[in-house]
């Protein structure tokens, strides 16, 4: 395509040469659509690609029925991924945390006091400004919205595995596989099977869903943890930065 398809602004440093089809001629042949600042059109670019690539990335995975085999490597898997969230003994987290609520974003600190009878949790902030508290199965504070995750759920999201009843395991993709356990509350999970770890879990009950991602070392705590309320878009980003 040939350079001269681009009007330059003045203010331009460098041609930006775009495809035909991101072209407004490719749309709208019969317009006298002219593009005169690059520096927009690179923007407006990048804001399509930026939503196309969300769009990818919300697209549900397609899991196949899993096979005999498939499933029981599953359910060891399974087994390995409890039996090092049951190893873990009582004590303290600290996590770097970013909270994000519609168009506000408030970095900080997550403290948690976790053992087998109690769980919890404060959110400070960089200053060491108390932010929300989890209190009565809910993070709660001043101008935010209440994030509401039962204590046993919570203790689960945050140690990466779930264990209410063995899990039907509904088909593979490669090398994960998708677990169900049904009851008051439907979940599902994503596991690595050759890693033995939870990719995310999806947590739903009468009050909305709760979807935890995964990355980052097992160490035996997850790394990196990202909670989201499906019903209110709030979302609680987690990398754990110390523990005794």
């Known amino acids: 395509m040939s350079p001269d398809r681009i009007t330059r602004s003045p203010d331009a440093r460098l041609p930006y040469l775009l495809p035909p089809v991101l072209l ?27 939503t196309l690539a969300g769009c990818a990335a919300r697209r549900p995975r397609s899991f196949a029925p899993a096979g005999e085999t498939q499933a029981s490597a599953a359910i060891a898997a399974w087994r390995q991924a409890i039996e090092r969230a049951e190893s873990m003994p009582p004590g303290r987290l600290l996590y770097e945390a970013r909270l994000t609520q519609r168009l506000m974003s408030v970095p900080g600190t997550l403290a948690v006091r976790q053992s087998p009878d109690v769980i919890e949790a404060t959110l400070t902030g960089p200053f060491g400004t108390p932010i929300a508290t989890y209190v009565d199965g809910a993070l709660r504070g001043e101008g935010i919205r209440p994030l509401a995750i039962a204590p046993e759920a919570l203790r689960s999201l945050l140690a990466g595995a779930w264990h209410r009843g063995d899990p039907e395991v509904v088909g593979a993709d490669g090398a994960d596989a998708l677990l ?52 209110t878009g709030a979302k609680l980003r987690l990398t754990l930065i110390a523990r005794e």
């Not at 509350?185 to 690595?192: F, N, Q, R, S």
């Not at 979807?211 to 990196?224: I, T």
């Open 24 to 50: 407004p001629e490719f749309w709208f042949p019969n317009s006298q659509i002219e593009i005169r600042n690059s520096k927009s059109v690179l923007f407006l670019l990048l804001a399509l690609l930026g």
């Open 180 to 231: 169900a356990w049904t009851g008051e509350e439907k979940v599902e999970g994503i596991l690595d099977v050759p890693e033995a770890r939870f990719r995310s879990l999806a947590v739903s009950r009468a009050e909305g869903k709760i979807l935890s991602r995964y990355s980052g070392d097992f160490d035996p705590w997850p790394r990196r943890i990202e909670v989201e309320d499906a019903r």
